[in-house]
């Protein structure tokens, strides 16, 4: 399974970037998530979906900022989306998309993920 993350760039503050992600197989359902890695830090978790978008969660770093979403229309589809606003420079990051075979709930650890994409990176300048 391959997933394929695309959106980043350079941004300034206050502005707004939105990544996509897309999973090569379209056989099953998964969870969703982002997560984000900042230069010398862990991989945090910024936010996660259920196989059909009825269940989200947030960090409390981008709640209010942040949405994630999915396409649910074409079955199964788990190409999924991250809108940021309100960008500030910490949240400067390489950001990963995730997918996990437990379709009913979106884990909050890297460890709950059976698949990962490459990164992208998201640059937000003062």
């Known amino acids: 399974v391959q997933l394929q993350a695309c959106g980043g760039g350079l941004v300034q503050a206050g502005g707004s970037l939105r990544l996509s992600c897309a999973v090569s197989d379209t056989g099953r359902w998964y969870s969703m998530a982002w997560f984000r890695q900042a230069s010398g830090k862990e991989r945090e978790f910024i936010a996660g979906?259920?196989?059909?978008?009825?269940?989200?969660?947030?960090?409390d770093s981008v709640e209010g900022r942040f949405t994630i979403s999915r396409e649910t229309i074409y079955r199964p589809n788990n190409t999924v989306y991250l809108q940021m606003n309100s960008l500030q420079p910490e949240d400067t990051a390489v950001y990963y998309c995730a997918a996990s075979r437990n379709v009913l709930t979106a884990g909050l650890r890297v460890t709950d993920y059976d698949y990962w994409g490459q990164g992208t990176e998201v640059t937000v300048s003062s």
């Open positions: 979906t259920n196989w059909n978008g009825g269940s989200t969660s947030y960090a």
